[in-house]
């Protein structure tokens, strides 16, 4: 069986990579491909560790007992996970893991739609809706740090972690894209259109002003 | 011409949508089947066939004095056990009250009971105090005198001596302080005394509230296997 903190690592690496993608100008011609790209790769890190979280939490429920994650030696994940008191979310009961899994989704949606019509008009509500989807999940985030901390204890379950870094991650990032979405930055080609015509424009409200006069040129005086 | 481009765009973009919606639903639910396909998971519950809620508190183990140990319910469970494995540890989970006149009585058939499967059945008596109920208030004090079966006033409502209780002292039984009844709640137990057997691997296999007319005893008799037990039933 594969060390369940090695595939923790590959968790970790997909979500760096989206962030490296996302702030180095080495990737991709313009900054909004590149914050949409890695975003999907931080959403997509997201939502395979939660899928993760989720299967420790029925692996669990197999097993019974005490055992949780530790059997597969990641540290006190197991402790976390396997407490029958806050592993589930509060009212629904649904683990947190699968909650995880439908928030990385909805997010992904947003994130895939977007870079495939990055001038559409829902652009702006999926943006804004993403902004406010993934600042709740900071505020999840910190109600099961606060878990983590006082009602077990101080045990700390690394998994749950690294979906809580993905997901702020993703809200940093679409808090860029909706700043990004307010300038030119967002359509290059478009404003670089809007430019060359603009200049057009200049230069033929300039020739009407001189009556058809055009000022030769130096290379046209030297023929 | 303009309504023209406009259909376009909207046709565009409503299939920008739709692939995108059919990706992350197809990476969602292969990521579903997968952990389904892979996994066993058993519900949490107390009807036959569920992993019942952890019980979590202080236990008292008769003739310690007044010590008492941190219990956790799960951490008694051998998760790897399999039908015909007779060494391993069944559990009888109590709930009761040292102040439930039922309790009192029921407390010889604890003691009978308790001693004859020793060793191949673990008796955890989860004490326990009605919220609702002013006359159901018990001490740490209490629940050891209702365990060993010694002087203390406090007993049956808050009017009786714990020396009054059917039966001799519980020493194969492991006394839970559940004062609070979080676990009560927890296990859904409506009143006192009520029944679980649990197999070794901690899954309800009898419930007292889903077999009316049937005793504790017969339960034990009926599921729990008394191979390299002496004595007999």
């Known amino acids: ?223 | 011409m303009k309504i023209n481009e406009l259909a376009k765009t909207t046709r565009a973009e409503s299939d920008s949508r739709m692939g995108s919606i059919l990706l992350v639903c197809g990476v969602f639910f292969i990521a579903v089947i997968l952990v389904f396909s892979t996994t066993d998971a058993i519900p949490i519950g107390v009807d036959e066939g569920e992993m019942p809620p952890n019980i979590k508190g202080e236990s008292h183990v008769a003739g310690t004095g007044d010590v008492w140990n941190n219990f956790d319910l799960y951490s008694q469970f051998q998760s790897n056990w399999t039908e015909g494995d007779y060494n391993s540890t069944w559990f009888v989970i109590e709930f009761m009250s040292t102040d439930c006149p039922v309790c009192m009585s029921y407390g010889d058939e604890i003691e009978e009971l308790s001693e004859y499967w020793s060793g191949r059945v673990q008796f955890i008596a989860v004490a326990v105090d009605f919220q609702f109920n002013e006359e159901f208030t018990s001490s740490p004090e209490e629940i050891i005198a209702f365990q060993e079966k010694s002087d203390f006033e406090g007993c049956n409502h808050g009017k009786g001596n714990c020396n009054t209780r059917d039966g001799g002292p519980h020493d194969k039984v492991l006394y839970v302080d559940d004062r609070d009844a979080s676990s009560m709640t927890d296990w859904g137990v409506q009143g006192t005394p009520t029944s679980y057997i649990l197999s070794p691997n901690g899954l309800v296999v009898w419930n007292q509230r889903n077999n009316q007319g049937q005793d504790l005893i017969d339960g034990l008799v009926e599921l729990v296997p008394t191979d390299g037990m002496g004595g007999g039933a």
């Open chain 1, 1 to 223: 069986m594969v060390d369940s903190n090695l595939l923790l690592a590959g968790h970790v690496l997909i979500i760096l990579s989206g962030i490296v993608i996302a702030f180095s100008n080495k990737f991709l011609s313009s900054q909004r491909d590149r914050l949409l790209a890695g975003l999907s790769l931080v959403l997509l890190g997201g939502f395979t560790v939660s899928t993760h979280t989720w299967w420790f939490h029925n692996k669990y429920h197999e097993l019974g007992g005490n055992i949780g994650c530790s059997a597969f030696g990641s540290f006190s994940c197991g402790d976390v996970l396997a407490n029958s008191e806050w592993n589930t979310v509060p009212m629904i009961g649904i683990p947190w893991g699968l909650m995880g899994m439908l928030a990385f989704s909805l997010l992904a949606f947003f994130a895939l739609s977007i870079r495939k019509e990055h001038n559409a008009k829902w652009v702006k509500t999926y943006l804004d809706i993403g902004y406010v989807v993934s600042g709740f999940g900071i505020l999840i985030a910190l109600y099961l740090l606060y878990v983590e901390v006082v009602p077990l204890e101080m045990t700390f379950c690394q998994f749950c972690s690294v979906a809580h870094l993905a997901d702020i991650t993703a809200f940093v990032m679409f808090m860029k894209l909706r700043k990004l979405q307010k300038t030119d930055q967002w359509d290059l080609e478009a404003s670089q259109d809007a430019k060359d015509v603009k200049a057009k424009d200049i230069k033929r409200s300039q020739r009407k002003k001189n009556s058809g006069f055009v000022k030769p040129t130096a290379r046209d005086e030297e023929e």
